[in-house]
């Protein structure tokens, strides 16, 4: 944990009908110095609507080997790699080559993050994708966060219903091709 990291944690009743998980999750998340509320929240959101065994986050923002959040299978082999923000295009080349997933989820504006990778070499773009969600939605959550959360996320339709700290939001997540 970086010096001057701020501890969040939280609270999850996780309900996503999409993918047949129903599960309490308790969550310690240390938001570095660098890293904004939205950057976090986008996080925290990215590792609860990829739930599954052997999903952790990575070491922190300022690691290269790692994504900010990752799957690992039994044996320790990363299995998705999930980028948070709007990373650029060499660690997404790297991460489709090291995992058999790899996906984006962001809290800028999708066409900018987009743009920015357009035309640049990224090993089986054709198979990533970026995640987004409404506009306003992660500047709601993030203005409801505390450093004890309690979080209820259920997920159907891909629409996403947020309750957290009594504070409730509501967002379609949208699927972008990265090519």
């Known amino acids: ?47 609860l609507l990829e739930y599954e065994e052997g999903i952790a986050f990575g070491e922190g923002i300022s690691s290269t080997d790692e994504p900010a959040v990752l799957v690992r299978d039994m044996t320790g082999r ?26 984006v989820y962001t809290h800028r504006d999708p ?15 054709d198979t990533i994708t970026l995640h987004s969600f409404d506009p306003g939605f992660i500047d709601d959550a993030v203005a409801a966060l505390a450093r004890r959360n309690t979080m209820t996320l259920s997920v159907t339709e891909r629409q996403v219903y947020l309750d957290l700290n009594g504070t409730s939001a509501t967002s379609a997540v949208h699927d972008h091709a990265i090519v």
């Open 78 to 103: 990363i299995t998705a790699w999930i980028e948070i923000g709007a990373p650029d295009a060499s660690r997404l080349h790297y991460g489709s080559k090291l995992a058999d997933r790899t996906v």
């Open 111 to 125: 066409a900018m993050v987009l743009s920015a990778l357009a035309g640049k070499p990224i090993h089986r773009a």
């Open 1 to 47: 944990m970086a010096a001057g990291a701020v501890i969040h944690t939280f609270a999850v009743q996780l309900a996503d009908v999409d993918r047949g998980v129903d599960d309490d999750v308790t969550l310690r998340v240390a938001r570095h110095p660098s890293e904004t509320d939205a950057y976090m929240m986008t996080r925290v959101l990215a590792y």
